[in-house]
């Protein structure tokens, strides 16, 4: 059937060789739509294995530092806050209600060290300045539990201990580090919400992760459809044509 060669036609080389480009390009977008699945996969993957596996005790030797790569890994440690070098963190969320966090140095016991710790969030109207915030401290929380928190990256300029920036907007642990008396852990620690409901602030906050393995599998599976239609419906659509304009054409009409 002379129909079958239409598309390879003279007429139709270009937009046949258009369709065929198009068609490998939503290959490549499929293929890479499943990098990115395979990529997040991964990432919840490792992040499972952090949370289920046993918890570190930080004890403030060089051995914790090598934790930082360790998100949301659990870790314990005993000591006590400094709330006097106590910060601030703005515009945090706690079920969609805009407050603060307080972030304090815990000095971890039998060190000269200590880790970074946010203690939780605590309602706008009951900060007016960072002396507020002392109303909240828990000096009898000597033993904590937490989670280690993703990585902010410094920006801008380091303060120091005579001139320390007491709010920030992020938990920026080399800035805040800077203005510290001693050493910090190369990151910080979110508490863990205890098992009963929070009546009291500040209310454990720490950073949620998201296992969910998103859209990338799903929009994969289209662009390898939209890879395998097109050219039928091309072919379809010129075979419909050369056909149309073949049956209309002088000689067709002669024969008749």
């Known amino acids: 059937m002379a129909y079958l060669t239409t598309p390879f036609k003279r007429r139709w080389i270009l937009s046949t060789l258009f369709v065929i480009i198009a068609s490998l390009v939503m290959v490549r977008l499929g293929f890479w739509q499943l990098d990115r699945h395979a990529q997040r996969m991964a990432y919840i993957n490792a992040v499972i294995a ?21 998100i949301y890994h659990q870790v314990e440690a005993s000591g006590r806050f400094d709330f006097e070098h106590q910060v601030i963190i703005k515009n945090q969320f ?28 605590v309602p706008p109207e009951a900060i007016q300045s960072p002396a507020d915030a002392r109303q909240f401290d828990e000096p009898e929380l000597t033993h904590i539990v937490g989670r280690i928190m993703p990585e902010e990256k410094h920006r801008g300029e380091l303060p120091s201990l005579d001139n320390p920036q007491l709010t920030w907007y992020r938990v920026d642990v080399v800035g805040i580090g800077a203005q510290m008396p001693y050493d910090v852990l190369p990151y ?31 929009y994969a599976m289209q662009w390898f459809l939209f890879a395998a239609v097109l050219p039928l ?24």
Request: net charge negative; hydrophobic share 35%.
């Open 94 to 121: 706690y079920n969609d209600a805009l407050g603060y966090h307080l972030v304090t140095p815990f000095l971890i016991e039998g060190n000269d060290r200590a880790v970074l710790v946010d203690r939780g969030w």
């Open 50 to 70: 952090e949370v289920e596996d046993a918890p570190f005790v930080l004890t403030g030797g060089p051995e914790d530092d090598a934790y930082a790569e360790r």
């Open 233 to 256: 419906v091309y072919a379809w659509q010129v075979v419909r044509v050369d056909r149309r304009e073949g049956a209309s054409s002088p000689d067709a009409v002669s024969e008749e």
């Open 188 to 218: 910080a620690v979110a508490l863990i919400p205890p098992d009963k409901p929070q009546t009291e602030p500040p209310f454990r906050n720490p950073p949620k992760f998201k296992l969910d393995p998103g859209p990338h599998w799903g």
